[in-house]
């Protein structure tokens, strides 16, 4: 089973008091990563494709030892349900004849089991966690399964996509004493219709594992409920900018204010 997203602060950094975080949380990106949660909190139905690639490393770096997952899955929101099928899914009903779904697809089984549902729930989450944004109260605290600390937005900056402009947004957890575990999350957004595009993390462990992981999202439809979604931002949002990266406005389109809910997904 894949588990939750997380990922690995990068050494360096500007020193700091003992139990302090080199990476302090930015006002910018905080303000933007709780408008992205609010975009997906409206949203009412939405589908895309998307592809999950993670590697898990050993300690001491023996390729041997090194696990590479690659899912291919389509996920489904319908209100609040969520549904995540992957390809071992589609196999799985192909074999059993469309009968049965495949166990933990997202499908109807056992309806009336809580436990069922539940199990389900994480499964589809932790494959999908741009859809935590979603469905879980906490995503700062929630992005990853199992996790005890919230992230931090840390970063924001203009990035090319599929030769778009979009913007990313990293979350960072741990990194406040040297060993310790520490998590660096990348979210890559379309500005446009605010959604995600592609998710990117590191994790370090303290005892030297490392995981990398890596999910492509292709949106295919999204509609969200015009009275939950929020006023956009602004036109223009700064991005601070440093003597070596100066600063570039990135461009939020304003939406109009009307009944359709429909987003465009350009």
Same mark, same amino acid.
């Given at each position: 089973m894949v588990t939750g997203l997380v990922?690995? !602060?990068? %050494?360096?950094?500007?020193?700091?008091?003992p139990g302090q975080s080199p990476y302090p949380p930015?006002?910018?990106?905080? $303000? #933007? #990563?709780?408008?992205?949660?609010? $975009?997906?909190? !409206?949203?009412i139905h939405y589908a895309d494709t998307f592809l999950l690639e993670q590697v898990v490393g050993a300690a001491d770096g023996d390729e041997r030892a090194t696990t590479r997952t690659r899912v291919s899955a389509r996920s489904r929101v319908d209100g609040d349900r969520l549904e995540v099928s992957?390809? %071992?899914?589609?196999l799985w009903n192909a074999i059993a004849g469309g009968g049965d779904p495949a166990p933990g697809s997202g499908e109807s089984g056992e309806p009336g089991?809580?436990?069922? $549902?539940?199990?389900?729930?994480?499964?589809?989450?932790?494959l999908a966690p741009h859809l935590r944004l979603r469905f879980l109260d906490e995503p700062?605290?929630?992005f990853q399964t199992g996790g005890t600390e919230a992230f931090r937005a840390t970063g924001l900056a203009p990035v090319r996509?599929?030769?778009r402009d979009m913007v990313r947004i990293e979350l960072r957890s741990g990194g406040e004493s040297p060993g310790g575990e520490?998590?660096?999350i990348g979210i890559t957004v379309d500005p446009g219709s605010m959604l995600i595009r592609k998710v990117d993390g590191e994790e370090q462990w303290s005892d030297g594992r490392s995981r990398t992981t890596t999910i492509s999202i292709d949106p295919e439809d999204a509609q969200v409920d015009p009275e939950i979604d929020p006023e956009p931002l602004p036109h223009v949002m700064p991005v601070p900018s440093d003597e070596d990266h100066p600063s570039t406005p990135i461009m939020v389109p304003q939406e109009p204010d009307t009944p359709a809910a429909t987003i465009g997904l350009g």
């Open positions: 990922g690995t !602060a990068g %050494a360096g950094g500007p020193p700091t008091e930015s006002p910018e990106a905080t $303000r #933007f #990563f709780e408008r992205l949660v609010d $975009r997906y909190r !409206a949203i992957t390809e %071992a899914d589609l089991d809580p436990a069922r $549902r539940a199990l389900r729930r994480e499964r589809d989450l932790a700062l605290r929630e996509h599929e030769d520490s998590s660096v």
